[in-house]
């Protein structure tokens, strides 16, 4: 969530800041509130004040013997303002609260401003793989290899749902540990979190509430629903507690499969893997000292480009404009993926930095070894990578006139093959 004190020393800066979002806010209303319940907080510490004052002389008039009559109704008084405005100034932080946890996330400085047409290309991997003359798209490519079968996942789950089948699963479960050896390698924890999450889980994480909707929620009484990313675990890790800056930053990653309402009508250029309500993926998540997130963002960029450029596939990496970055994030890179059947690129990975947005909702913090000063920290996660649209770009990138697909090098180990075949 945005700092309550910017927004009330510097609307103006914060507002502009979030045009940049194409969002408009007006602050009138807001800041109307916070001036009403500040003023609350003054007068309510000074009638508490006089009502210990008051407390005090009630027993001291009873002992001389005198009326206390008059002293006591002066309490009750004092006392029934004090619940008055305790209720009006509870009902005021309440306002508030929901008002500002609706903000988006301010775009860092040098987000562009408007939609994804001002995305910029900002990197490009390799060159666009000629296709044999009788390319296939990658759902007849796994068809025809027995990779995935898309008729009985639709049977069980409905539209949006795959079954990955024999060869397909071996080849996923490849990716994945591909994946997981390559972070352990660069010494990030890993993690296995719930995949049932609380309703702070997604408020923490700034999902919550404007996007309530669009997870699965499993639960009539409470709030538990289904994790959309592991990021919205992760984010919650260290949620209410303070940190030693000895121990950032930290790096983690984690494995889960992802949960999502994918609203739309699965047109067929979206058919296949490419959109569904259920996916793999494995998740890198970082907690920083403000100075030290953009080095990190870096860091996952690097991370998440190397580990497509060791599958030897095309693709392109993208700074996102601010109305393109989902509301928490301050920056996101996207590395999108050659598709070569839909003549486009597609996102398999999106990498951001939150800086202190997530962490003032979550209540995470640091100290400072020097100062004792207590701060927020930053946090950043990045896909590393989501399997999902990686398959697709696999076999159609790599497909044989024969209709075979080589197996990328960096997989071998894990899938024990160099060639997938027809069954």
């Not at 951001?352 to 207590?374: H, L, P």
Request: proline share 4%; charged share 30%; net charge negative.
């Amino acid at each position: 969530m945005l700092d309550i004190n910017l927004i009330r020393s510097n609307p103006d800066f914060v507002r502009d800041a979030l045009k940049k979002r194409e969002y408009d806010v007006d602050f009138s209303e807001l800041l109307s509130w916070d001036a009403r319940r500040r003023a609350l907080m003054t007068e309510n510490e000074n009638l508490k004040a006089l009502r210990n004052k008051k407390s005090k002389e009630i027993p001291m008039l009873k002992k001389q013997g005198l009326d206390a009559t008059e002293a006591l109704n002066a309490l009750k008084e004092i006392s029934d303002r004090i619940t008055e405005m305790d209720q009006e100034q509870s009902a005021l932080e309440e306002k508030i609260n929901k008002f500002v946890l609706a903000l988006p996330n301010l775009p860092a400085d040098d987000v562009v401003a408007g939609g994804k047409e001002n995305n910029r290309v900002i990197k490009t991997f390799g060159e666009k793989p000629v296709l044999p003359a009788n390319a296939k798209n990658h759902v007849d490519l796994c068809t025809s290899l027995g990779l995935i079968d898309y008729e009985r996942g639709v049977k069980m789950g409905g539209n949006g749902y795959w079954l990955y089948t024999g060869e397909g699963a071996k080849l996923e479960w490849a990716l994945l540990n591909y994946f997981i050896t390559e972070h352990i390698k660069d010494g990030y924890t890993f993690m296995l979190p719930p995949h049932l999450l609380t309703y702070e889980c997604g408020l923490t994480a700034g999902q919550f509430p404007k996007f309530e909707e669009d997870v699965f929620r499993l639960t009539e009484e409470g709030f538990h629903f289904l994790l959309p990313t592991a990021e919205t675990a992760l984010i919650n890790l260290y949620r209410g507690e303070i940190l030693n800056e000895a121990d950032l930053p930290k790096r983690l990653f984690a494995y889960t499969p992802c949960y999502r309402r994918e609203a739309g009508t699965y047109r067929a250029s979206e058919r296949g893997m490419i959109r569904g309500h259920q996916f793999n993926k494995v998740e890198m998540f970082g907690y920083t000292r403000p100075e030290d997130s953009d080095a990190m963002l870096q860091e996952l960029i690097g991370k998440a480009c190397r580990l497509v450029e060791g599958l030897g596939l095309h693709y392109q990496l993208s700074k996102l404009a601010a109305g393109d970055c989902s509301a928490s994030m301050a920056t996101t890179y996207d590395i999108e993926l050659w598709i070569p059947s839909m003549n486009e690129y597609k996102e398999c990975s999106s990498v951001s930095n939150a800086k202190d947005y997530q962490a003032r909702r979550g209540n995470i913090r640091f100290r400072r070894a020097d100062t004792k000063k207590i701060e927020y920290v930053h946090t950043l996660n990045g896909s590393g990578l989501a399997t999902s649209r990686l398959l697709p770009a696999i076999v159609e990138q790599f497909q044989q006139e024969d209709g075979s697909v080589i197996v990328p090098e960096a997989l071998r180990p894990f899938y024990g093959k160099d060639v997938i075949t027809r069954p």
